[in-house]
């Protein structure tokens, strides 16, 4: 068995982090959340535990490919920065009604694509 670098560790670590805090994330939505937040907010928060969950996933793919160049750490890069700015972004304006918040949810959507377009230039120079 080889060992990891020190990128595959760190990505293979956020993507666990980031599946088990969706999955914890989403159970509390589903008990804790049930009856104290109206149904819009909670299917704001539901996208929130979606996308974390699909983009920690990408986080263990970059795991296994981030001694393969640079774009797909750069990509995991942007993938952590989508999670925290759209998802985290969602479960605040969930969880407090402020509205404010949701100014800064377009911007981890933006991560979100960059980490994908990403993703496809380092597939695309192998």
Do not use: W
């Amino acid at each position: 068995m080889t060992d990891l670098s020190h990128s595959a560790k760190f990505f293979g670590a956020a993507g666990g982090a980031g599946l088990f805090l969706g999955v914890a994330f989403g159970a509390f939505a589903a008990h804790a959340l049930r009856t104290r937040i109206s149904s819009e907010m909670a299917g704001i928060f539901e996208t929130g535990v979606r996308y974390q969950l699909y983009h920690s996933l990408a986080l263990l793919a970059v795991a296994l490919l981030a001694d393969k160049g640079k774009m797909f750490r750069y990509a995991g890069a942007f993938y952590i920065a989508g999670i925290v700015l759209f998802s985290f972004s969602l479960y605040a304006l969930a969880l407090t009604g402020v509205d404010g918040l949701g100014i800064i949810t377009p911007f981890g959507g933006v991560s979100f694509l960059a980490g994908h377009a990403l993703l496809l230039a380092g597939f695309l120079k192998l």
